[in-house]
């Protein structure tokens, strides 16, 4: 099957799949393939070459939404910063230029469409980089085709695999300018719609989303005109509060805003004004479903809606029964008392008596077990002087791109930069249990994005909720870039608004403008002035020293100001960072309890 000195266990991984009667993907490949070169016992160094050319093939992403580090359609799976530099796992730009010559012979040989495609998508896509030579189009026209012949479910058995085939096979046509297999590619994406549709499962926008607009893709106005039809039976069946199987406000809201976007293309407000009014309808009944926390934020959605709508009595009806329900939260909280020690034992007991029958005491067991406690990181700070003298002594620099963003000094002499210090470090370490925490809870109580935003709200520290919809509802989409950039802000108006709680001002003066405020930032309310304390007073030394050492001291993890100047690295946003912050929503869910127990401790 290949001439390449492929070891005998990885070339049977390929003949078993490439003969397969069930169906696979990629990934069920990919583990297969791992599993038989970690299996190798003292293989040449020309074999560990070619297993890994195999592995390779299959370990790489696909990427639709933005290019690889490479301007490639495959891409890593992920990367790390190491010495300044970014390190891609697997980085393709340390391929042998010989693998493209044998996958191009696995593409032409093999049969099974799967696996062709794969192996011919590689070598159209990667060529440039591995070989330093272009695609051979004809490659590209054997992935295509092998992406089509794939779309059955005895081919492959999830929905979004099959969406994801064809979508690339139409992206591929499309950059061939091939007209024939830009028809045939839009006919099978439009089948595959209509399939989702017809079941009514949950995958239809990737269909509408792809054709929609794509004037390349060669849809016809009768063919837009079902896309439409389609979205709008959607909104139908999901928007009926009669209906409780049926009933969803999120795919409601999924659907209107897709032909909201449309509808406002071809200027037609009537039914833009119809889809925001159903919008708010159903999010105004799945409020009433719920508790006071839940409809606190689902209600946001409901006001913001309606005003779209043109209807602002109905608008200003429903803010005043967000504010009421926001109120009514408070009595849902029940008093809490919490082993701060997070258990070593395996993952399943923490999880286990963390996520509690009830949602709102889950909610304050996973925000307290994963808040530090300011004098025990104090202790810890001052055990270094007999446990480790000479680290306890050493001045210390952190090194950010082009400078020096701070200086930490020994524990002696600069305390509170080597507890911020110590505070950061530690943090992430516990980022695998509350990523697990988190998971399970959304899990065993079916929550929402609007669950953790009405929790946050209940201290009453938001004006508006849709940012923090925005940015909940990103999280639980996995785009923590979007998540953390839209969170972030927030969490420092939350504080600002502390602050004016407490009756302090919220401005200062221009630095350089006389006559002209600015608005303070999350470094001037957490770090006292002229001696005035009242501020972190009011928030208490834990949480004080949890919002500097995450967000707001450069010896500390520093996400605010990093955030603020543009030093966040997309690769550093993975779902640990995120989970922090989604943390800290639950926190200033329950803040005034937390601050009032730490003084007392």
């Known amino acids: 099957m290949c001439t390449a000195p492929i070891p005998q266990s990885i070339d049977s991984v390929i003949r078993h799949y490439d003969e397969s009667s069930v169906p696979f993907d990629v990934h069920d ?18 074999e560990s070459l070619w297993a890994w050319s195999e592995v390779l093939a299959f370990a790489l992403a696909d990427r639709f939404d933005s290019p690889s580090p490479w301007n490639t359609y495959f891409a890593p799976v992920s990367s790390i910063e190491r010495g300044g530099k970014i390190i891609y796992m697997p980085d393709v730009t340390e391929a042998d230029p010989g693998f493209i010559a044998h996958w191009t012979r696995r593409a032409r040989t093999l049969r099974h469409p799967v696996l062709k495609a794969r192996y011919a998508d590689l070598v159209w896509d990667l060529s440039r980089i591995i070989a330093k030579q272009p695609g051979d189009p004809e490659l590209a026209r054997i992935a295509i085709d092998a992406y089509l012949a794939s779309l059955s ?31 045939a590619a839009k006919r099978a994406l439009l089948a595959l719609h209509r399939e989702e549709i017809s079941a009514e499962r949950g995958l239809w926008w990737l269909g509408f989303d792809r054709l929609i607009e794509d004037k390349r893709a060669g849809v016809t106005e009768a063919e837009r005109s079902q896309l439409i039809a389609d979205v709008e039976s959607i909104v139908t069946r ?42 708010g309808r159903a999010f105004e009944h799945f409020a009433s479903l719920g508790d006071a926390m839940l409809a ?11 005003r779209e709508a043109g209807l602002p009595q109905e608008s200003q009806r429903v803010r005043l029964l967000m504010e009421e329900r926001i109120a009514a939260s408070h009595a849902e909280m029940k008093p ?21 029958p009830d949602i709102g005491e889950t909610f304050a067991l996973i925000a307290i077990q ?24 050493i001045t210390q620099q952190i090194v950010a791109d082009r400078h020096i963003a701070a200086l930490v000094d020994s524990v002696a002499e600069d305390p509170i930069g080597r507890l911020i210090q110590h505070a950061a470090r530690i943090i992430p370490f516990s980022d695998v249990w509350l990523i697990n925490a988190l998971h399970r809870a959304i899990e065993t109580h ?21 940012l923090l919809l925005e940015g909940v509802t990103a999280y639980f989409g996995q785009d923590f870039v979007k998540a953390v950039h839209v969170l972030i802000p927030q969490i420092e108006s939350a504080l600002r608004r502390l602050v004016a709680k407490l009756g302090k001002p919220t401005t ?21 002035k002229g001696g005035d304390t009242e501020i972190i007073d009011a928030l208490g030394p834990d949480l004080t020293l949890h919002f500097l050492a995450l967000y707001a001291d450069p010896r500390g993890l520093n996400l605010r100001n990093d955030l603020a100047h543009g030093l966040l690295r997309a690769n550093s946003l993975q779902p640990g960072a995120a989970s922090r912050i989604i943390h800290t929503l639950l926190l200033l869910g329950v803040w005034d309890q937390i601050a009032a127990r730490s003084k007392r401790s």
Do not use: C
Request: overall charge neutral; cysteine-free; aromatic content about 6%.
């Open 29 to 46: 490949v990919s583990s297969a393939l791992v599993a038989a070169r970690q299996a190798l016992v003292n293989p040449s160094a020309m």
């Open 153 to 183: 479910p005895q081919m492959r058995r999830e929905s979004n695999d099959r969406f994801r085939a064809s979508i690339r096979a139409l992206n591929l046509s499309i950059q061939l300018n091939d007209a024939a297999r830009v028809d």
């Open 238 to 279: 999901r928007s009926d509060a009669g209906d409780p199987k049926q009933f969803d406000p999120h795919q409601t809201r999924d659907a209107a805003n897709r032909l909201i976007k449309q509808y406002r293309k071809g200027r037609a407000g009537a039914d833009v004004r119809r889809l925001q009014e159903v919008i």
């Open 296 to 306: 606190s934020s689902v209600l946001q959605t409901a006001v913001n809606a309606y």
């Open 336 to 356: 809490i008392t919490v082993d701060r020690l997070i258990p070593n034992e395996d993952m399943e007991k923490f999880l286990s008596s963390t996520i509690r």
């Open 370 to 393: 994963f808040l530090d406690s300011r004098q025990q990181l104090e202790q810890q700070v001052a055990n270094l002087q007999t446990e480790a003298p000479l680290m306890a002594t």
């Open 446 to 466: 079916n929550l929402t994005p609007e669950h953790f935003v009405g929790w946050a709200a209940r201290t009453e520290l938001f004006d508006d909720l849709t």
């Open 508 to 528: 200062k003066a221009h630095p350089a403008i006389d006559g002209v405020g600015v608005v303070i930032g999350m470094g001037d309310m957490l770090y006292p």
